[in-house]
């Protein structure tokens, strides 16, 4: 499966919320979307790797 630009900047901002160089906050900002919608991408990404 290819990503394109915008899932592969999520996927890069996912996972530094997740290795905890990013706060939820700055990653809401980055990616101009909802705290919730922050992790629901974050439980997906914990679920699928």
């Known amino acids: ?3 394109n630009q915008k899932e592969i900047k999520k996927l890069e901002i996912v996972k530094k919320v997740v290795g905890k160089e990013l706060t939820i906050k700055e990653a809401t900002n980055e990616l101009r979307i909802s705290r919730q919608q922050i992790y629901r991408l974050i439980n997906v ?4 790797g």
């Open 45 to 48: 990404y914990n679920a699928q």
């Open 1 to 3: 499966m290819e990503l």
